[in-house]
């Protein structure tokens, strides 16, 4: 049972990086690849529509976190807290920048809450490089240090790579928009989370929640985890393809 | 302050700003899923209009649930570890069904439904927002059995130092849950109500060219804080008998006493003024005719996001000082080592950035009910995936 829950820890962690890392990546490119409003309307148009079903990747990874290793959601977030506060701020600024770039008029508006997709996204692949840097190295007492800024560089640079593999494949601008590559892209993004929790496995099985609890949790979530799955499923046919929606 | 005052505040001020946006969005979602499965049947393009123009306000809102709604999440690790420690193992369970069976679900189908106009089928279309709907109460109903566990440690036992699950169902048939949860959704139904009927009286008394719309509008929003009301006021006496049995002097001390005299005040109040004087002028739409009464109504929309937030004082603060009523205090689940700056900054930086975003998305909220339907953006057309070919040089 323990097992179980701890793959679909695993699964939820890899599937964030390869879907939302493509959102940060995008974001973070954004002043690049989007020289004009326009331009960036198009960028964002590509990822809009991906975006909700994305980020709830994390959610439900904090919800499996404490609902399957509760002592270990108290340890981790508590020990990495200046970190955690760092990736929630990030994280509401990209999604204040992605809701309200078009709901009003005016160029500096939008320069507004463009640039707070931009920064929100940056913080976001920064926190994350420095968190896995500190998860890899077992929660020392300061996380904050060269190692982490390091880390946090080298995520912006992969999840950058990957946003734009992503705005490549989704807008069709030429021969790199493969389907391929972004798979490619996507495995690699998830791959550094991967490997941090993976030398994690023995530490989280030791701290599963009794199976009492895995239990009930398993009855009422696997028998809808198809609904789950579907859902995702649905989303990626409905806006693979054609023309960008203009919401966000 | 001490530490643990300022974490408590900081849970509350974040808590409060969620649930003001949440509180709507379980209002506004049923409405705008109604109005749009008469459109998809009846094929009415006013249904239409008002399925665009309602459920924009209800999407501009929900911007804000979703990022208070992340620190929400989030906070319990950060400050009160201690509770994750003493009881995860039955709190946990809750929260994560609402991660993984409401919100992830609620998330992925809200963005098909915003982003999906002219490219999903129309039943398709609108599954998606009953869907949403859906989603949302089941959100809410992991959220009251975590909530009530806390205010009533159900179906677990102490074992070594730490609860354990011993019966789940007793985590859903818990007596400060029961009526809790219909006193919470029926507020959202009043909240919803009220800012439908305070927007169309808005667009009435300035009489802009939309009168058709808003006179409907205005009935819609009136009916339902009608129902919202009603439910509201009867789930919340009904409150008082299990409240009293499992927390009998929760409503002594001043704060929580003085909450529940206000948010009963203006539920008695308000819930006599849509019974007896809005609801039977809806009669040959003389609620609609009577100018001089829309300003009224526009004041009164406040009034249920106050009363649900004196609501939650009351629930909150009366639990004081225990987090786990009877079990844990709040003081023993702060994160050990916490230090003043820590909660400080990350006060700072949540009540900042949140209250600021709030704000903004208010007036954003206000700026669309003032444009008014004619100028939806909701379901505007598509931009062309080809970029734009660059202006050939004129001669
Ligand atoms: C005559 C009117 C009302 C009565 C008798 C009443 C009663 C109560 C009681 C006893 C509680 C506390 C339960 C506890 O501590 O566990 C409560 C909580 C609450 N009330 Fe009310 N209430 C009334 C009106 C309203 C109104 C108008 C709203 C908002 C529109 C509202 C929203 C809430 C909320 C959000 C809570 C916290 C969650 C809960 O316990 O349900 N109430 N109410």
Same mark, same amino acid.
């Given at each position: ?41 198009? @960028? ?87 968190? @896995? ?110 023309? @960008?929606?203009?919401?966000? | %302050? ?15 700003? $969620? ?15 109604? %109005? ?10 006013? $249904?239409?209009?008002?399925?665009? /123009? ?6 501009? &809102? ?9 620190? %929400? ?11 994750? $420690? ?60 975590? &909530? ?77 804080? /009608? ?12 409150? /008082? ?10 409503? $002594? ?46 004041? %009164? ?95």
């Amino acid at each position: 049972m323990d097992i179980f829950w701890f793959l679909t820890f695993a699964v939820l962690l890899a599937g964030y990086f390869a879907l939302e890392g493509f959102d940060i990546g995008l974001g973070v490119l954004l002043p690049v690849l989007g020289r004009s409003p326009a331009g960036r309307d198009r @960028l964002v148009g590509a990822m809009a529509p991906f975006v909700l079903a994305n980020e709830v990747w994390l959610v439900a990874l904090a919800g499996v976190l404490f609902g399957a290793f509760p002592v270990l959601e108290g340890q981790a977030l508590s020990r990495l807290y200046p970190l955690v506060v760092a990736l929630l701020l990030a994280w509401i600024v990209r999604d204040a920048g992605l809701w309200f770039r078009r709901r009003a008029d005016g160029a500096a508006w939008r320069l507004v809450w463009d640039g707070a997709l931009c920064a929100g996204s940056a913080g976001l692949a920064l926190t994350w490089g420095a968190i @896995l840097v500190a998860v890899a190295r077992g929660l020392p007492d300061s996380p904050l240090d060269a190692p982490a800024v390091a880390g946090g560089v080298a995520l912006l640079a992969l999840l950058a790579w990957h946003g734009r593999t992503f705005a490549a494949w989704r807008l069709q601008d030429g021969p790199r928009g493969s389907g391929r590559a972004l798979l490619l892209s996507a495995c690699a993004a998830a791959a550094p989370a991967v490997l941090v929790i993976a030398a994690a496995t023995g530490h989280m099985l030791g701290n599963a929640a009794p199976d009492p609890t895995l239990s009930v949790l398993s009855v009422m979530v696997v028998p809808v985890a198809p609904i789950l799955v579907g859902a995702q499923v649905w989303v990626w046919r409905t806006f693979s393809r054609g023309a @960008l929606p203009t919401f966000f | %302050m001490d530490v643990v005052d300022l974490a408590r505040t900081q849970f509350a001020v974040t808590g409060s700003l $969620h649930f003001l946006f949440v509180v709507l969005t379980l209002g506004l979602a049923p409405l705008v899923a109604i %109005m749009h499965t008469r459109y998809a049947i009846g094929g009415n393009p006013l $249904h239409e209009r008002m399925t665009r /123009f309602w459920g924009q306000i209800y999407v501009i &809102n929900y911007a804000l649930g979703i990022v208070t709604g992340l620190v %929400m999440e989030f906070q319990f690790g950060l400050s009160w570890s201690g509770l994750s $420690h003493y009881a995860g193992d039955v709190f946990g369970a809750p929260l994560a069904m609402e991660t993984l069976l409401a919100f992830f679900l609620e998330s992925t189908f809200l963005g098909l439904w915003i982003f999906g106009w002219h490219r999903l089928p129309r039943a398709l279309h609108v599954a998606c927002i009953w869907l949403v709907t859906l989603t949302a109460y089941a959100s809410a109903l992991f959220i009251m059995v975590a &909530n009530s566990f806390l205010q009533n440690p159900a179906g677990s036992a102490e074992v070594g130092g730490r609860l354990v699950l011993r019966d789940f169902g007793a985590l859903f048939t818990n007596p400060t849950l029961v009526f809790a949860l219909p006193h919470v959704l029926s507020a959202g139904l009043w909240a919803g109500g009220f800012v439908v009927m305070g927007a169309s009286a808005y667009h009435l008394f300035r009489r802009t060219p939309e009168r058709e719309f808003f006179i409907r509008s205005l009935r819609i929003g009136v009916l339902t804080a /009608f129902v919202g009301s009603l439910f509201t006021v009867g789930f919340g006496y009904a409150q /008082f008998g299990p409240v009293g049995s499992v927390q009998p002097d929760k409503f $002594h001390g001043a704060v929580p006493g003085t909450a529940l005299g206000l948010m009963i005040t203006i539920g008695q109040l308000v819930q006599f003024a849509v019974m007896f004087v809005l609801t039977p002028l809806l009669i040959r739409d003389v609620l609609a005719r009577s100018r001089w009464l829309h300003p009224l109504l526009m004041v %009164m929309t406040p009034l249920p996001f106050v009363a649900a937030i004196a609501g939650w004082i009351v629930r909150e603060v009366g639990r004081q000082p225990w987090l786990v009523y009877g079990k844990l205090s709040v003081a023993d689940a702060l994160t050990p080592g916490l230090t003043r700056a820590d909660v400080t900054a990350s006060f700072a930086g949540f009540a900042g950035v949140l209250g600021l975003l709030a704000l903004v998305d208010y007036v954003l909220i206000a700026r669309a009910v003032r444009r008014g339907p004619g100028r939806v953006v909701l379901g505007a057309a598509d931009l062309p995936v080809t970029a734009e070919p660059a202006p050939a040089h004129a001669l």
